[in-house]
Structures are given as structure tokens and as C-alpha cells.
């Protein structure tokens, strides 16, 4: 039992895992605090580097995401992309097509400046696609947290046949 439908296609190719965590730039953040569930979407940065995804988020410096992470830093995360709705000759034939990432890990809160200053390039290159640079000031305004992902898994949900989908208005 892997999770999947049958219309829903495990992906395992890193390359186009990697073209998901590129493209979906909104993550939902999963974090439990004692027996409450909590999700904070926020944008993301990504490294992958030695086989290692490493997810960088940024934001103000306090908060309740903060506040949870420092009592229980185990987090779940989901992102998507590719959003394509198409319809059928019946309600139950509609559907959604659309690529995704869902994993779990470890979150610590950044202290250093030199890894915060870092983070930001990340985020800044995964959000934009574009290179920044951040000095020790900007860097100190912001909080960082940093995800150490231990497992993930991506899957796709491709168009049905001689359907080419239509517009995702959100
Ligand atoms: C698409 C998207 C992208 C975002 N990207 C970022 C990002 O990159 N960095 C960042 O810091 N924030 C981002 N945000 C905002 C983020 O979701 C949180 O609102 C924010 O980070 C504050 O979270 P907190 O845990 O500190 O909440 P607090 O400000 O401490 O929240 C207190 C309470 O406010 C409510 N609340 C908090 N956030 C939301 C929300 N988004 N919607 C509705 N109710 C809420 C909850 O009830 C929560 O318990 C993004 C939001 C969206 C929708």
C-alpha cells in the first residue's frame, strides 16, 4: 500500500521531484502542539545537495510557529504545483491534475547570521529564480527556520486521455 490511487502516479525521478519543490513555492506547514494540529502556509527555499533536501523558511522573528517549534521541532510539510482542473460527462469525471511533495523532518530556529544570510540567498534564488546577496542587518531582522528533511515523497496526477484540462482560477 503506497498511499496512491490509480489515477496517481508515484514520482521518483529526483529531477522532477526537484522541478516540484521549483515550482510550487507555497508550502503548508504541518506542526503539532501537544494534542492540536497547526498549518501555516508559507513561501520556501530549497537545497538539495548530497542526496539532502533542506527546506529554508523566512519570516518575522516571533510567533506561534516559533513558539511550537521550540517545543516540538518534528514537522510535516505538502506543496503543490501544476494545478490543472479538467471536466467530464459527469460530476465523478471532473477532476484536478497536478504534481506534489509531502515529507517530514526536523525544524531548528537559525541563530547564526552567516547561515541566515545564506538561507535568504536560497530563498530568494527558489522564490525568484534571481541571485541577492544579504548582510549581517538584513539578516537580523528576520527569522530562519531551517528544515531537515528525513523522508519525502512526490506524486503526480497526470490529465486524462484526449483531455488537455482547462483554466485553475483561484
Ligand atoms: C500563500 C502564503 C504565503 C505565506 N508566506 C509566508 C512566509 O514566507 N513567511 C511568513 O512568515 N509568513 C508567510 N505567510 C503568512 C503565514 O501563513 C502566517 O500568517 C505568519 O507566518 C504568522 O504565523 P505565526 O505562526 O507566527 O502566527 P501568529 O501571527 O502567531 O498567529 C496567531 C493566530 O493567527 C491565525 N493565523 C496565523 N496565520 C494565519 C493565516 N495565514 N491565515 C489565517 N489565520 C492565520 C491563527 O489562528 C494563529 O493561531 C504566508 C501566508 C500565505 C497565505
Same mark, same amino acid.
Given at each position: 500500500?503506497?498511499?496512491?490511487?490509480?489515477?496517481?502516479?508515484?514520482?521518483? !525521478? %529526483?529531477?522532477?521531484?526537484?522541478?516540484?519543490?521549483?515550482?510550487?513555492?507555497?508550502?503548508? *506547514?504541518?506542526?503539532?502542539? &501537544? $494534542?492540536?494540529?497547526?498549518?501555516?502556509?508559507?513561501?520556501?527555499?530549497?537545497?538539495?545537495?548530497?542526496?539532502?533536501?533542506?527546506?529554508?523558511?523566512?519570516?518575522?522573528?516571533?510567533?506561534?510557529?516559533? !513558539? %511550537?517549534?521550540?517545543?516540538?521541532?518534528?514537522?510535516?510539510?505538502?506543496?503543490?504545483?501544476? *494545478?490543472?482542473?479538467?471536466? &467530464? $460527462?459527469?460530476?465523478?469525471?471532473?477532476?484536478?491534475?497536478?504534481?506534489?511533495?509531502?515529507?517530514?523532518?526536523?525544524?531548528?530556529?537559525?541563530?547564526?547570521?552567516?547561515?541566515?544570510?545564506?538561507?535568504?540567498?536560497?530563498?530568494?534564488?527558489?522564490?525568484?529564480?534571481?541571485?541577492?546577496?544579504?548582510?549581517?542587518?538584513?539578516?537580523?531582522?528576520?527569522?530562519?527556520?531551517?528544515?531537515?528533511?528525513?523522508?519525502?515523497?512526490?506524486?503526480?496526477?497526470?490529465?486524462?486521455?484526449?483531455?488537455?484540462?482547462?483554466?485553475?482560477?483561484?
Amino acid at each position: 500500500m503506497n498511499g496512491l490511487t490509480r489515477r496517481e502516479k508515484l514520482i521518483t !525521478d %529526483i529531477d522532477k521531484v526537484l522541478e516540484i519543490l521549483k515550482k510550487s513555492k507555497v508550502l503548508h *506547514l504541518g506542526l503539532v502542539d &501537544g $494534542d492540536e494540529p497547526d498549518v501555516v502556509p508559507m513561501n520556501y527555499g530549497f537545497t538539495y545537495e548530497e542526496e539532502k533536501l533542506t527546506i529554508w523558511l523566512h519570516g518575522g522573528t516571533a510567533g506561534r510557529k516559533y !513558539d %511550537i517549534i521550540r517545543k516540538n521541532p518534528k514537522v510535516f510539510f505538502e506543496m503543490e504545483c501544476d *494545478l490543472i482542473p479538467f471536466e &467530464g $460527462d459527469v460530476a465523478c469525471k471532473y477532476g484536478l491534475s497536478y504534481s506534489s511533495l509531502m515529507g517530514k523532518g526536523v525544524a531548528t530556529i537559525i541563530e547564526s547570521s552567516e547561515e541566515k544570510q545564506r538561507a535568504l540567498s536560497v530563498f530568494m534564488k527558489t522564490q525568484t529564480n534571481g541571485n541577492f546577496e544579504f548582510n549581517e542587518k538584513l539578516a537580523s531582522v528576520v527569522g530562519i527556520i531551517k528544515i531537515d528533511v528525513s523522508e519525502f515523497t512526490a506524486k503526480h496526477r497526470p490529465l486524462p486521455k484526449n483531455n488537455s484540462g482547462g483554466e485553475y482560477n483561484v
